[in-house]
């Protein structure tokens, strides 16, 4: 039959390209979401670091392949800890699992399912793809299976081995999450990467450069905040950023002897800023003391104010 014999919107239905989710990444800290996230957009979007606690705000990703699409929330890691700033991802977290359609919970090998997992699982009403990370540092792949069955003894049918950094299991791992995921038109354009605008990606960007280049408690204590983001044609784009600390002391340290340390973080964050925008960029760092920040909601409210909505026609 010629195709276009058939009743108008039935074309589509059941071929490829026809499944559409909301899929949220969530799980405890350092697992490897952000990097799975980075991975299978085949960019750094995300940051990443070997750090727990390095993303704080969900960090949206389109995936548009033959199958359809999904859109990646990236999330912090679980936690429970009191304070504005733990209680802020928290509701990130909530708020993604809120928006999917379905939600790929990772883990790593050396973590047991316990009381507080399976509970988390028993709260999810979507259905739930889980995927043990990093099993590229596993030698003997055949430990990971009884590890496997206690997570499968949880309810949990569909269960990925992968290791997103080597790249391992990530076609497996993407067939099951089109499997589960819904019928549907894809949310947003095939060229589209995310919706997120690029002020919120050069933040990111200085964020993981502090995880990089600073120890303790630093990357934790600072807040960035995009206070100028222009664009220029012809020359050079202008960012400046303000790093606001939590203590005096810490003014110190960032900058470094002779403005050394923060000379150093500039160029590192302005490469990542202009490899993801591919432009050329100006970056300009200023830092302030915002006492106790982390303590103070409003503040956390003012300062780690999630990027537009994201749903398109809300
Ligand atoms: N060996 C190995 N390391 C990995 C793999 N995936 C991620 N990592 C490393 O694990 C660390 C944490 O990765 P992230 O992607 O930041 O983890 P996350 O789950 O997003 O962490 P939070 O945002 O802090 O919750 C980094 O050092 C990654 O390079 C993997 O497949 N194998
Ligand atoms: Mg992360």
Redesign the pocket.
């Known amino acids: 039959m010629d195709k276009s014999e058939l009743p108008a919107g039935d074309s589509e239905a059941g071929s490829a390209g026809s499944k559409s989710a909301f899929v949220a990444i969530v799980?405890?800290?350092?697992?490897?979401?952000?990097?799975?996230?980075?991975s299978y957009l085949g960019m750094h979007l995300?940051?990443?670091?070997?750090?727990?606690?390095?993303?704080?705000q969900n960090v949206l990703g389109i995936l548009t392949a033959p199958e359809g699409q999904l859109v990646f929330l990236?999330?912090?890691?679980?936690i429970k800890r009191k304070g504005a700033v733990y209680e802020f991802m928290q509701r990130e977290i909530s708020s993604a699992l809120s928006d999917a359609d379905l939600v790929l919970l990772?883990v790593?090998p050396r973590y047991e399912p316990d009381d507080e997992l399976a509970s988390f699982i028993k709260s999810i009403d979507k259905p739930v793809v889980l995927t043990v990370?990093?099993?590229?540092?596993v030698k003997n792949k055949l430990n990971l299976l009884p590890l496997i069955d206690r997570y499968r003894n949880l309810g949990l049918d569909e269960v990925y081995p992968?290791?997103?950094?080597?790249g391992?299991g990530l076609g497996e791992l993407l067939a099951g999450l089109f499997k589960a995921a819904p019928q549907g038109e894809p949310y947003y354009p095939e060229e589209e990467v995310t919706t997120y605008p690029m002020r919120f990606f050069a933040a990111e960007a200085i964020r993981e450069s502090l995880f990089e280049l600073y120890g303790e408690e630093i990357p934790y204590s600072v807040f960035v905040e995009i206070e100028e983001y222009k664009e220029h044609d012809g020359r050079k784009d202008l960012i400046r950023a303000i790093l606001y600390v939590e203590r005096d002391s810490q003014r110190p340290i960032i900058l470094g002897r002779g403005g050394e340390a923060i000379k150093r973080l500039g160029t590192r964050a302005r490469k990542k800023i202009e490899a993801l925008s591919g432009r050329a960029v100006y970056l300009e760092l200023h830092v302030k003391v915002a006492k106790n920040w982390r303590k103070d909601s409003s503040f956390v409210r003012r300062a780690t104010k999630p990027p537009q909505k994201y749903l398109p026609g809300t």
């Open positions: 799980g405890p800290p350092n697992v490897g979401k952000s990097t799975l996230l980075n995300s940051a990443v670091s070997r750090r727990p606690q390095t993303t704080s990236d999330t912090p890691g679980l990772m790593e990370n990093k099993v590229d540092l992968i290791s997103a950094l080597a391992d």
